[in-house]
């Protein structure tokens, strides 16, 4: 296992409690980073072990992401103090006490490993594990399940208006994944995340730029959150004191995409970006061209920045960054992951849909099973009370 340190937590005198959490993180959305978030205020440092791809596979099936993605996006989340690479899959004593851990956090559900055995059996038993909230209607499966919804070959063409089915696939076969016809049904259905102005203030950072710090604006659909988001956020906040972050709404963003974008509503991207370590604070439903009001109302921009791709014009036929590259404001900048996008994502799943369907039906069967372990183990807890 290698590890990436990334901020260190002040202590006062006591020492400080150090929390362990591990997963995949496939496709990291604001689900992963709430939990983190959960975790990191029950202590003071957070360590989270990242699983690689082989170990993944052989438990649980392929990942979307690469591991180096997935090491990368976590590494990007604000609550995050330091990752573990490689870390394994069914949670060891003897790697807490390497990294100095007290206790190790997970979800209020249980995750089996290969063997259909507790992969936090162990740590239970040794008096070191605690549980947060789950966040419900969100999930790597749920996502999956949406893009699995999006392969037509309308959307593999870029026509918004042919709507044929799948070539070479049995389109009863995802419809009953999207339907929940499984038993477990809310547990493989395709849901929908209903955000809260709570859960956006949790995930805020409160921070209001200083007197004399310049402002970076940004803005885009920031969809299936990913690692070319956070290199192109780290770039633009590089040029400034405060990343403000403009997120168009779902209308907007469908207009100008097509097809069935965005796959996470207005809610989801802006949860997503909100837990980046980079951004300080996003508009909400942000005009597709830079106004007068953007640079103006929230805060006053100093400049404006936007990545070295083609940017589709608004749907008047201007360039949306008409108003900034008049005022001299305007910068593009390049990034290492240019090549990731939420379009290649979705090709990923395309190019390997027999293989992703397959996955959903194999988890479909293990939320069974993990279902009802954890109703046994509350029926147990609960007789123990008695």
């Given at each position: 296992?290698?590890?990436i340190?990334?901020?260190?937590?002040?202590t006062?005198?006591r020492?400080p409690?150090?929390?362990?959490?591990d997963g995949c993180?496939d496709?990291?959305?604001f689900g992963?980073a709430?939990?983190?978030?959960?975790?990191r205020?029950?202590g003071?440092?957070l360590?989270v072990?990242?699983?690689?791809d082989?170990?993944?596979e052989k438990?649980?099936?392929?990942?979307?992401?690469?591991e180096e993605e997935?090491?990368a996006?976590?590494a990007?989340?604000k609550?995050?103090d330091?990752?573990?690479?490689?870390?394994?899959?069914?949670?060891?004593?003897e790697?807490?006490?390497?990294y100095n851990?007290d206790?190790?956090?997970?979800?209020?559900d249980?995750?089996?490993?290969a063997?259909?055995?507790d992969?936090?059996q162990?740590?239970k038993?040794a008096g070191r594990?605690?549980?947060c909230k789950?966040?419900?209607?969100i999930?790597?499966?749920?996502?999956?399940?949406?893009m699995l919804?999006?392969?037509r070959d309308?959307?593999?063409?870029?026509?918004?208006?042919?709507?044929?089915?799948?070539?070479?696939?049995d389109?009863?076969a995802?419809?009953?994944?999207?339907?929940?016809?499984?038993?477990?049904g809310?547990?493989?259905?395709?849901?929908?995340?209903l955000?809260?102005?709570?859960k956006?203030?949790q995930?805020?950072?409160?921070?209001?730029p200083k007197?004399?710090?310049?402002?970076?604006?940004?803005d885009g659909?920031?969809d299936l959150?990913h690692?070319?988001?956070?290199?192109?956020?780290k770039r633009?906040?590089?040029?400034?004191?405060?990343?403000?972050?403009?997120?168009h709404d779902?209308?907007?963003v469908?207009?100008?995409?097509?097809?069935n974008?965005p796959v996470?509503?207005?809610?989801?991207?802006?949860?997503g970006?909100?837990?980046?370590?980079y951004?300080d604070e996003?508009?909400i439903?942000?005009p597709y061209s830079v106004?007068?009001d953007v640079l103006?109302?929230?805060?006053?921009v100093?400049v404006?920045?936007?990545?070295?791709?083609?940017?589709?014009l608004?749907i008047d036929g201007?360039?949306?960054y008409e108003l900034?590259?008049t005022?001299?404001?305007?910068?593009?900048v390049?990034?290492?992951?240019?090549?990731?996008?939420?379009t290649t994502i979705?090709e990923?799943?395309?190019?390997n849909?027999?293989v992703?369907?397959?996955?959903q039906?194999?988890?479909?069967?293990k939320a069974i099973?993990?279902?009802e372990?954890?109703?046994?183990?509350k029926?147990l807890?609960a007789?123990?009370?008695?």
């Amino acid at each position: 296992m290698s590890q990436i340190e990334t901020t260190d937590t002040t202590t006062s005198g006591r020492k400080p409690v150090r929390v362990w959490v591990d997963g995949c993180f496939d496709m990291m959305h604001f689900g992963h980073a709430n939990a983190l978030r959960q975790a990191r205020a029950m202590g003071d440092y957070l360590v989270v072990g990242v699983h690689s791809d082989v170990e993944i596979e052989k438990n649980k099936g392929p990942c979307v992401m690469k591991e180096e993605e997935r090491y990368a996006a976590v590494a990007a989340c604000k609550w995050v103090d330091e990752i573990v690479k490689d870390a394994p899959y069914v949670t060891a004593l003897e790697v807490l006490d390497e990294y100095n851990i007290d206790f190790v956090v997970h979800g209020d559900d249980i995750t089996t490993a290969a063997d259909g055995t507790d992969c936090y059996q162990i740590v239970k038993d040794a008096g070191r594990y605690k549980e947060c909230k789950r966040t419900v209607g969100i999930s790597t499966t749920e996502l999956v399940g949406r893009m699995l919804l999006l392969t037509r070959d309308h959307h593999i063409r870029g026509s918004r208006t042919v709507k044929s089915p799948i070539q070479g696939v049995d389109e009863a076969a995802v419809a009953n994944f999207t339907q929940g016809s499984l038993p477990a049904g809310a547990l493989t259905g395709i849901a929908h995340y209903l955000s809260t102005s709570k859960k956006i203030i949790q995930f805020s950072s409160g921070r209001e730029p200083k007197a004399g710090d310049k402002v970076v604006y940004v803005d885009g659909a920031f969809d299936l959150f990913h690692t070319g988001h956070i290199e192109f956020f780290k770039r633009a906040r590089e040029l400034g004191d405060y990343l403000l972050v403009g997120i168009h709404d779902d209308q907007t963003v469908n207009a100008v995409k097509g097809g069935n974008f965005p796959v996470m509503n207005l809610q989801e991207r802006v949860l997503g970006a909100l837990q980046c370590r980079y951004v300080d604070e996003v508009i909400i439903g942000a005009p597709y061209s830079v106004t007068k009001d953007v640079l103006e109302d929230v805060y006053h921009v100093d400049v404006v920045v936007h990545g070295a791709s083609d940017q589709p014009l608004d749907i008047d036929g201007r360039d949306p960054y008409e108003l900034p590259k008049t005022l001299g404001i305007y910068k593009e900048v390049e990034h290492p992951r240019l090549d990731l996008t939420t379009t290649t994502i979705i090709e990923r799943i395309i190019a390997n849909r027999h293989v992703y369907i397959e996955r959903q039906a194999r988890k479909a069967k293990k939320a069974i099973a993990e279902a009802e372990a954890e109703q046994r183990e509350k029926e147990l807890k609960a007789a123990l009370h008695l």
